[in-house]
């Protein structure tokens, strides 16, 4: 079955950690995007690559990283720098003029 | 300036009756989609419902319908008959869909909290 899949569900992170959130989609979808939602708000984009080896920075890019080498594949790392990344992140792809596909999200904790 | 606006924070509806959920947009590009999702307690992202902006005919899925003003920009989601299944938060979204490949960025507006009561 095609989809997308976010690993993992859960994640909790101590301070001054890295932590990578997985986003994997066997749908042979261009377009993939992370989004970050904060409890009772909209989504809030991170980052978006429209091709492998390219991505372009969303509206809340700072202390987050990512890498598109596959098409398969856009990851996304939390970095240090983001001072307060408890939140609900969300991964989609899209091919052209089709919907976007969400993954199931995780939810990331600082303990 | 926003590019999806829904100014509806909270919505309330009794069972059986239909609701419109408000959704404008802002873009100057002639080729554009136009999405709606259902967001449950469980944080899912559903997708209800999609517009094409050259679409001649409102886009219409069972129980879900697109009223799609495209002079006023608006794009509003109209459920029929709720459901107490259709409590929720819903979201419009917009992506630009330029000439060639280029599939551009997803916007998504605040979001509107759905409550259908028995």
């Known amino acids: 079955d095609g989809g997308i899949t976010q690993s993992p569900k859960y994640l909790f992170r101590k301070e001054g950690q890295n932590v990578t959130l997985s986003c994997e989609q066997n749908?042979?979808?261009?377009?993939m995007y992370w989004y970050r939602q904060d409890p009772g708000q909209g989504l809030r984009l991170i980052y978006y690559?429209?091709?492998?080896?390219?991505?372009q920075k969303g509206d809340i890019a700072e202390g987050y990283s990512v890498s598109r080498e596959k098409k398969e594949s856009f990851p996304l790392t939390v970095t240090s720098a983001q001072k307060n990344p408890t939140a609900f992140y969300l991964c989609?792809?899209?091919?052209?003029?089709?919907?976007?596909?969400f993954g199931q999200g995780t939810r990331l904790t600082v303990v | 300036a926003q590019k999806i606006t829904q100014t509806q924070p909270g919505m309330f509806v009794q069972e059986k009756e239909a609701v419109t959920l408000d959704c404008t947009y802002d873009t100057s590009d002639p080729s554009y989609g136009l999405f709606w999702y259902k967001q449950p307690s469980s944080g899912e992202m559903i997708f209800l419902i999609y517009?094409?902006?050259?679409?001649?005919q409102n886009a219409t899925e069972g129980r879900y319908s697109l009223n799609f003003q495209k002079a006023r920009k608006s794009a509003n989601l109209v459920i029929s008959a709720s459901q107490l299944g259709d409590s929720a938060m819903y979201f419009c979204a917009m992506r630009e869909g330029g000439r060639g490949s280029t599939l551009g960025r997803l916007y998504f507006g605040r979001g509107t909290q759905l409550t259908v009561w028995p």
């Open positions: 517009q094409g902006s050259y679409d001649q």
């Open positions: 749908l042979n979808h261009d377009a």
């Open positions: 690559s429209q091709i492998v080896n390219d991505f």
């Open positions: 989609a792809s899209a091919g052209f003029y089709t919907e976007a596909f």
